[in-house]
């Protein structure tokens, strides 16, 4: 399905592979322009050839200073940007009990610290441009403590996605700032392609579904909420999950 971005310009971190390359695809087919930024910035190039309609920069979303330089350079090459889109994240896996100070430091990091750096430095230029539309991408272990593939780093840095969305959903609604996040389950890209086929049969079971999602599927809300079709869409945290949260 395609959603209309005619004459639009996107940013989407972590969009060299999986989901984000899904959400820079959907945005091309729509008619518009996906600007692609990634820590792997040789896949992000591949990505932007294969596409057309789109340019590829390196970026660490684990080093704020960083995303501000890149972002300053995005927001001042392009006549207009519309829509951020922030999928770019890791996993982290270990029992609580092994869950270093080092591996909390990076996952909140990149996952959260990562996404709040992205909004805040897009969130001026939306102001002073009548707005615009921003998509985090968060987790279902942001809702059930994690439990699916992620553990307690992970599980509480996907949360606070969620609450970064809430508030800036609030503060921005007035300056046509619109905030939305997305919960993925299960989804088949190389972030899961190391799972066992135990551990792939295990998480399948608890969803509903009974499968897992094809990365076009979280894809698809994503360019919902990043689309005028989601005009009067703000604060929404959408699963996208097969069914296992309900709420
Ligand atoms: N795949 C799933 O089952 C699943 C489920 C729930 C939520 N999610 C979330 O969806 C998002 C995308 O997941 P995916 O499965 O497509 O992952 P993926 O690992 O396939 O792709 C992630 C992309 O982010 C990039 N990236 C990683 N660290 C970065 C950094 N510091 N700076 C910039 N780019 C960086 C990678 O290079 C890669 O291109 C993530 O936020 C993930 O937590 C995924």
Redesign the pocket.
């Known amino acids: 399905m395609k959603w209309d971005f005619a004459g639009k310009t996107a940013v989407i971190?972590?969009a060299?592979?999986?989901?984000?390359y899904e959400v820079a695809k959907g945005i091309v087919e729509g008619g518009g322009h996906a600007i692609i930024?990634?820590?792997?910035e040789e896949?992000a190039k591949q990505a932007a050839a294969q596409l057309g309609h789109a340019e590829a920069y390196k970026?660490?979303?684990?080093d704020p200073k960083n995303i501000r330089e890149v972002m300053a350079k995005v927001l001042s090459s392009y006549p207009k940007v519309d829509v951020e889109i922030n999928?770019?994240?890791?996993?982290s896996r270990p029992a609580f009990q092994d869950v270093t100070d080092e591996e909390w430091e990076k996952v909140i990091r990149?996952?959260l610290t990562?996404v709040f750096t992205m909004c805040s430095a897009i969130y001026p230029y939306f102001m002073q441009h009548g707005g615009g539309r921003i998509v985090n991408?968060s987790?279902?272990?942001g809702k059930i403590g994690g439990g699916l593939?992620g553990t307690s780093a992970y599980a509480s840095s996907k949360a606070g996605v969620i609450g970064l969305t809430k508030a800036i959903a609030k503060e921005g609604g007035k300056y046509g700032i619109s905030c939305n996040a997305v919960c993925?389950?299960?989804?088949r890209?190389?972030?899961?392609s190391a799972l066992t086929e135990e551990m792939n049969k295990h998480i399948i079971s608890m969803i509903p579904l009974g499968r897992a999602a094809e990365?076009s599927e979280p894809a698809q809300m994503i360019l919902f909420f990043a689309s005028d079709a989601a005009s009067f869409v703000n604060g929404e945290i959408g699963d996208c999950d097969g069914g296992i949260v309900l709420d």
């Open positions: 971190t972590g060299a592979q999986g989901i984000g930024l990634d820590l792997n896949k970026i660490d979303c684990g999928v770019a994240g890791i996993i990149i996952n990562g991408v987790s279902v272990a593939m993925p389950s299960l989804t890209t190389p972030m899961t990365p």
